[in-house]
């Protein structure tokens, strides 16, 4: 079982893939086959990725989040990613993805749409 353990639960719009800890190269593969996992148990609907209980993100890892809007948009679904003001913010921010992705300040504001 990866270090990280996603949690994986289901709402009306979609689905939502809970992260927590520190995310690294050591773990992409097995965030690569999570990601992959969640999108096509999507089918076409909402993915929300939750990382308010991670603490630190890699360019690995960070990569492996931009395969998922990748998959998830070609299957005609939404990523949204829930990061509220946290250390792991600031690669999102230093590389400008917070611009590309859909963050959310909250859990609550990612699953109302």
Known sequence: MPPFDPQVETFPGGLVLTLSGELDAYDAPALRAAFSDAAAAAGGAAVV???AAVTFLDSTA???IVGLLRRVREGDGALRV????TEARRIFELTALERT???RPSRA???DG
Do not use: F, K, N, Q
């Open 62 to 64: 960070l990569g492996t």
């Open 82 to 85: 829930v990061l509220p003001e």
């Open 109 to 111: 504001s990612a699953l």
């Open 49 to 51: 990725l939750d990382l």
């Open 101 to 103: 992705l859909d963050v």
